[in-house]
């Protein structure tokens, strides 16, 4: 199984941006589907973002729809997550997965997963 290491999250005013970055060692990252995930307090953990060894995304949720973007860099092992336009619906803390086969929504999905990093939009 892969380690996954998230980092840059922070604190953020509304409508600002920030780039969250996961690094993974261990494991062939090349070839496996990776995901962000999110969860808040007193909430459930929610799906943000996927995407395939090979770059393909799937639809992410409405909540984020056309402000977040994964991609990815399998020379660098690292997966990244670009928020823009952030609100401070988006404060919570921030989980990149791997994929245990197909990427999707369900984090039962996905069987190795990073620490978390903290993003906090203020109002």
């Known amino acids: 199984q892969a380690q996954l290491a998230e980092s840059g999250g922070g604190l953020v005013q509304a409508g600002g941006s920030l780039r969250l970055s996961c690094a993974a060692s261990r494991g062939t990252f090349s070839s496996v589907g990776m995901g962000w995930f999110r969860q808040a307090p007193g909430k459930e953990r929610e799906f943000v973002a996927a995407i395939t060894w090979s770059g393909s995304r799937i639809s992410s949720p409405e909540s984020v729809k056309g402000r977040f973007t994964i991609s990815r860099d399998n020379a660098k092992n690292a997966v990244y997550l670009q928020m823009n336009s952030l609100k401070p619906d988006d404060t919570a803390v921030y989980y990149c997965?791997?994929?245990?086969?197909?990427?999707?929504?369900?984090?039962?999905?996905?069987?190795?997963w990073g620490q978390g990093t903290q993003v906090t939009v203020s109002s």
């Open positions: 997965a791997a994929a245990k086969g197909a990427i999707g929504v369900d984090h039962a999905l996905y069987d190795s």
